[in-house]
């Protein structure tokens, strides 16, 4: 009695190299590498006899055989054979393409049905399910899946008629992996009894591309309901499938293209979003003027074009069929499709490109070769333009895809190609935009640092990778009395307006430093300043378009004491010699700009060979780290080090920031303390008697001839002679004089208690008084004044060197 169900795994037994199909396999030399029992039933030879020999000497004598067409992958037709016994067999046979285990070269999979088992008759269960079953393209397979039946609309899908193709199974019908898996598909199906919906892609022998298939499997059954047979029904959803992929493309064109505001890396997005959905190879060739930050032409263009390669991609690694080597030029006379498209405006697309560009070929025969060897049929050069200007042209070639581009194609192609153009445009105007800041912030920051006795220094600036130029500076400022100031800050924003901005501060701090301002009073006069800055930037007298940190230091050589104020700028870090972490509690303040609220100062001893570290937030803050994890980083990679201290800011930088680039602009500032010793340093006070004038010159000499210039003696007798005048005339007790000196520079300075500044002027010609400090200023290579808690200062430095 017949089994009413087939367990899953236990279909009916079928054999697919039996006695009922011809079938050899052919490799890519032409041999027989395989024959089976069919094969040897159809002409007579045996294994032993035909394998290892090639094929054709089984044709029958004068017997042509056609050649399948380039890109093939499968094959069919009549040709007559050559039997053992000598007589000729005239055979349909169908050929599919496919790779030979471990080798690289392609054979084909030959076969020829030998038994047929009849067409379907209306007698016969089959027929009945078919009429019961199929609406639309029908196969019918057997209970061994061999093919019993097909409706037209299937002979048409797969290019072959019945009669053909009756008692083959699915995978000797369609071939290839996918025939595999559509007969593994088919016999779940008979097994289990379960209908099965699948999509795949079927590609008939005249074919230039596969179709894509919405296919039900269901299994046939009879009255008693044993399973006799598969149906299997396919719907052509070619087009709602490249509708799907034509919107799935522009989609991930709108998601892909445009991550970051790079040229270059736009160009590429654009490359790789049209490989292989569009082409096998793309190239994507700019404009040359776009290298040097040239507003692109506008209006009509004239070939030929020099372009510059920002991309390609290929189906293939390493893209061999690219001619131009990325970051390379190329020139493309009027008579190529880039410079066609270009003059035109418009899309150019070639079909035959071997045919239609021969001209162009013959004159770049670097580019022929390459279209030779890859078989490149159709190319598309679609303008790259946005806003009015032309930007380049992105060329489309297919070579694997056997298929033509369609108007679908040039639709999807112009789309994908005006939205990555957009984004070109823009990185483009932000790269020129971000060039112009760095040059203006560039033109700002000191190109070197100054050389002091008082520490040695170094520096970093780096823009930000990704947001462009900010607004963060540092300076290093000599003072008098061989006192220097260092500052650090950070303008709030980007791009050239911050630029601006710093630059201003950056003169305003110089000029504020240059009148001796105590750090807590030259915040509030620069917070001033912003305050005022921020007015003019806002509407209708708004404040608040301009904020800023700053973070300002001053550092004294004679005492080793250093001052710092900072104004809601990150504090420093401070190592002592051993290079261990020191407590520097410096009040915060508020940011620059706000307005209304003084500022706070703290002071420090430092002993000689401490390192100072001033900083923007950029270096030490990141998503994953904030300030205070990123200030001990900061410690930890300053400490132990040795060496310069140039070297030094480029271990710091590498080991802080991310190899891609901070996703902020740093300003780093390091400066290693020295101290003065106390021998180069000689302090008198002074009784308020213009009498004791004279003894002062003696002081001066004396001093000066134990430290060994007595060269420059008489100048600085002068000038501390003139000093020490105005102080007792002008001036009031306590009054002291010190001299300081390197090997290059002598510092006299005479300090009073009076606030009062002096100021120069030039006397008249009857004046008894009112030319000293000309004097002082004529032989003195600079001089000034600075205010005290007790007083004032006046100052004057000598150049040992040009005595």
């Not at 030779?372 to 049929?377: A, Q």
């Amino acid at each position: 009695m017949r089994s009413r169900k087939v367990a899953h795994g236990d279909a009916p037994a079928y054999a697919l190299d039996g006695a009922a199909t011809a079938r050899t396999v052919v490799d890519g030399d032409g041999s027989i590498v395989e024959w089976n029992e069919g094969a040897e039933r159809l002409l007579g030879w045996s294994p032993a006899e035909v394998v290892g020999r090639p094929a054709k000497e089984l044709l029958a004598a004068g017997s042509p055989f056609p050649m399948p067409a380039p890109g093939s992958v499968s094959w069919s037709g009549t040709l007559t054979l050559r039997h053992r016994d000598g007589r000729t067999v005239s055979a349909w046979l169908l050929a599919h393409q496919r790779r030979q285990k471990d080798a690289d070269d392609t054979g084909w999979l030959v076969l020829c049905p030998l038994d047929d088992p009849g067409p379907l008759v209306r007698d016969d269960p089959l027929a009945m399910a078919v009429l019961m079953q199929s609406p639309c393209a029908t196969a019918v397979f057997d209970e061994q899946l061999r093919l019993r039946g097909i409706n037209g609309m299937m002979a048409d899908a797969v290019g072959m008629p019945e009669e053909n193709l009756r008692g083959l199974h699915m995978s000797e019908i369609v071939g290839g992996r996918q025939g595999e898996r559509l007969e593994e598909q088919l016999r779940e199906v008979l097994a289990d009894g379960r209908r099965k919906d699948v999509q795949t892609f079927l590609r008939a022998a005249d074919e230039h591309s596969a179709h894509a298939w919405s296919a039900g499997i269901a299994p046939l059954i009879d009255a008693e309901g044993v399973p006799i047979g598969v149906c299997v029904t396919g719907h052509d959803i070619t087009e709602q499938y490249r509708a799907r992929q034509r919107l799935q493309l522009v989609n991930e064109a709108s998601i892909r293209i445009g991550t970051t505001l790079d040229v270059t890396r736009t160009a590429q997005e654009l490359a790789d979003v049209c490989v292989p959905v569009l082409a096998d190879f793309v190239s994507v060739d700019l404009m040359q003027s776009l290298d040097h930050g040239d507003e692109p032409h506008e209006g009509p263009l004239s070939p030929p074009f020099t372009l510059r390669r920002a991309a390609h991609r290929s189906i293939n690694p390493g893209s061999p069929e690219a001619v131009v080597e990325l970051g390379g030029t190329h020139v493309y006379p009027a008579i190529s499709p880039q410079a066609a498209s270009l003059v035109a405006g418009h899309t150019v697309t070639t079909a035959d490109a071997a045919v239609s560009l021969k001209e162009w070929l013959a004159l770049d025969p670097a580019r022929g070769s390459r279209v030779e060897e890859y078989g490149i049929h159709a190319t598309m050069s679609v303008p790259i333009r946005a806003r009015g200007t032309t930007l380049g042209v992105a060329v489309l070639s297919r070579y694997k895809r056997l298929d033509p581009f369609t108007p679908d194609d040039q639709l999807l192609a112009e789309e994908v190609t005006a939205r990555a153009a957009v984004c070109i445009d823009n990185a483009r105007r932000y790269s020129r935009e971000r060039e112009t800041a760095l040059a203006l912030q560039r033109s700002l920051l000191p190109q070197t640092l100054p050389h002091m006795p008082a520490l040695e220094a170094a520096s970093r600036y780096l823009p930000a990778a990704q947001s462009g130029v900010g607004g963060d500076w540092f300076d290093v400022i000599p003072l008098s009395g061989m006192r220097v100031a260092m500052v650090v800050g950070d303008v709030v924003g980007h791009g050239v307006q911050a630029s601006a901005t710093m630059g201003r501060l950056r003169t305003a701090v110089r000029t504020l430093a240059d009148v001796d301002l105590a750090p807590d009073e030259l915040l509030t006069h620069l917070d001033d300043l912003v305050v005022r800055l921020s007015a003019e930037a806002g509407s209708e007298g708004v404040t608040g378009e301009v904020g800023a940190t700053c973070l300002y230091a001053v550092y004294d050589p004679v005492s080793r004491r250093c001052t710092f104020a900072r104004a809601g700028h990150p504090p420093p870090v401070v190592l002592d010699p051993d290079g261990r972490p020191m407590e520097v509690e410096v009040p915060a303040g508020q940011p620059l700009g706000l307005g209304g609220l003084p500022f706070e100062s703290a002071e420090l001893e430092l002993a000689e060979g401490t390192v100072l570290a001033l900083y923007t937030d950029g270096l030490i803050e990141t998503r994953d780290r904030d300030i205070d994890a990123g200030q001990e980083l900061l410690a930890r990679a300053l400490s132990g080090r040795t060496g310069s201290l140039d070297e030094v800011c480029q271990e710091v930088i590498g080991s802080l920031l991310p190899p891609n680039g901070a996703p902020d602009d740093v300003a780093l500032l390091l400066a290693r303390t020295r101290g003065l010793p106390p021998a180069q340093v000689a302090t008198w006070a002074i009784p308020a008697d213009p009498a004791f004038v004279s003894r002062t010159r003696q002081y001066v000499l004396t001093q000066m001839a134990l430290w060994g210039i007595s060269e420059t003696a008489f100048t600085a007798e002068l000038v501390v002679s003139e000093l020490v005048t105005n102080a007792i005339r002008h001036g009031a007790p306590p009054i002291q004089l010190r001299l300081i000196h390197d090997d290059t520079t002598l510092i006299c300075e005479v300090s009073d208690g009076s606030g009062t500044a002096p100021h120069l002027r030039r006397a008249k010609t009857f004046d008894e008084g009112g030319r000293g400090l000309l004097l002082v200023a004529q032989l003195t290579q600079r001089w000034g004044s600075r205010h005290t808690e007790d007083g004032k200062t006046i100052w004057a430095e000598l150049t040992l060197a040009e005595e």
